[in-house]
């Protein structure tokens, strides 16, 4: 089961004192991650003020040193339209890219998804296709990019009890259909209280996923997580359990 750590986000330096904004801090994140057994890491690329970013500069900083410390980690980023609101820029952004992620999430209900997509995978790179809700899963279905996103997200809100996030994730799995499950290609994760449901929804389905500070700043017993790692062991803790048990009935 793939876990991938997402190590900030959006946020803003002032939300968590650990949140790795610099360079040298998300590569500092990557190596820890990586030692504690993710198969994957996603992050924001941030400019000198702490924002999200889709400059050449700016991302190619971040890539070259976080491959310094772990080469063989896949790295993704993310071209949400809250970084850059055209999306006209937001493609021709991608294509100035000097170095390259290993792959992208691109947000299918935002304006310019199709376009985005279609630029990230003339320069090569893979696209992960985040799905929100079902009118979002509706708009993937029908792309004629749909076949090319190597993963599908399906991200559940914040403001959601353990319960409605288990119905979320059942609507929204039930929305993509048996066949690109069968692909193995499906990551289910939350936001907020939405979170911590989403890992062990995903553990149970056999399903990859995610944690980190983007998603949620709190352990599953909801005190304040001190830094990415500590999100990362506790998501692997709840997901080794779950294998555990699963074993144990059918033995």
Same mark, same amino acid.
């Given at each position: 089961?793939?876990?991938?750590a997402?190590?900030?986000?959006?946020?803003s330096p002032a939300?968590?004192?650990a949140?790795?904004?610099?360079?040298?801090?998300?590569?500092r994140? +990557?190596? =820890?991650?990586?030692?504690? $057994?993710?198969?994957a890491?996603?992050?924001?690329? #941030?400019n000198?003020a702490g924002f999200?970013t889709?400059e050449?500069?700016?991302l190619a900083?971040?890539l070259?040193a976080?491959?310094a410390?772990?080469?063989?980690?896949?790295?993704?980023?993310?071209t949400g339209?809250w970084a850059v609101?055209?999306?006209k820029e937001r493609a021709?952004?991608?294509?100035?890219w000097?170095?390259l992620p290993?792959?992208?999430?691109v947000?299918?209900?935002?304006?310019?998804?199709?376009?985005l997509?279609?630029?990230?995978?003339e320069?090569g790179?893979?696209v992960e296709?985040?799905?929100?809700?079902?009118?979002a899963v509706?708009a993937?279905s029908?792309?004629p990019?749909?076949d090319?996103?190597?993963r +599908?997200? =399906?991200e559940?809100?914040d $403001?959601l009890?353990?319960t409605d996030?288990?119905r #979320?994730?059942d609507a929204l799995?039930a929305?993509?259909g048996e066949?690109?499950?069968d692909?193995?290609?499906?990551?289910?994760?939350?936001e907020?209280?939405?979170?911590?449901?989403?890992?062990?929804?995903?553990?149970?389905?056999g399903?990859?996923?995610?944690i980190g500070?983007?998603?949620t700043?709190e352990?599953?017993d909801g005190?304040?997580a001190?830094d990415?790692?500590?999100?990362?062991?506790a998501?692997?803790?709840?997901?080794?359990?779950l294998?555990?048990?699963?074993?144990?009935?059918?033995?």
């Amino acid at each position: 089961m793939l876990l991938k750590a997402c190590l900030n986000g959006p946020r803003s330096p002032a939300e968590h004192p650990a949140l790795p904004i610099s360079p040298k801090a998300l590569a500092r994140d +990557v190596a =820890l991650v990586a030692t504690a $057994g993710v198969g994957a890491v996603h992050f924001h690329a #941030k400019n000198a003020a702490g924002f999200d970013t889709l400059e050449a500069d700016d991302l190619a900083a971040a890539l070259v040193a976080a491959r310094a410390v772990r080469p063989a980690v896949p790295l993704g980023v993310t071209t949400g339209a809250w970084a850059v609101a055209d999306p006209k820029e937001r493609a021709m952004l991608v294509r100035t890219w000097s170095v390259l992620p290993d792959f992208a999430s691109v947000n299918w209900h935002e304006p310019g998804a199709e376009a985005l997509t279609a630029a990230l995978l003339e320069r090569g790179v893979g696209v992960e296709a985040g799905l929100w809700h079902e009118q979002a899963v509706g708009a993937w279905s029908a792309s004629p990019h749909r076949d090319d996103c190597f993963r +599908v997200l =399906l991200e559940l809100p914040d $403001g959601l009890n353990a319960t409605d996030s288990r119905r #979320k994730a059942d609507a929204l799995l039930a929305a993509v259909g048996e066949e690109v499950r069968d692909q193995s290609r499906l990551l289910v994760h939350g936001e907020g209280s939405s979170c911590w449901p989403a890992v062990r929804y995903a553990a149970e389905c056999g399903l990859a996923t995610r944690i980190g500070l983007e998603d949620t700043l709190e352990l599953p017993d909801g005190s304040i997580a001190p830094d990415n790692l500590a999100l990362v062991r506790a998501a692997r803790d709840i997901t080794r359990a779950l294998d555990a048990n699963q074993r144990h009935r059918r033995s």
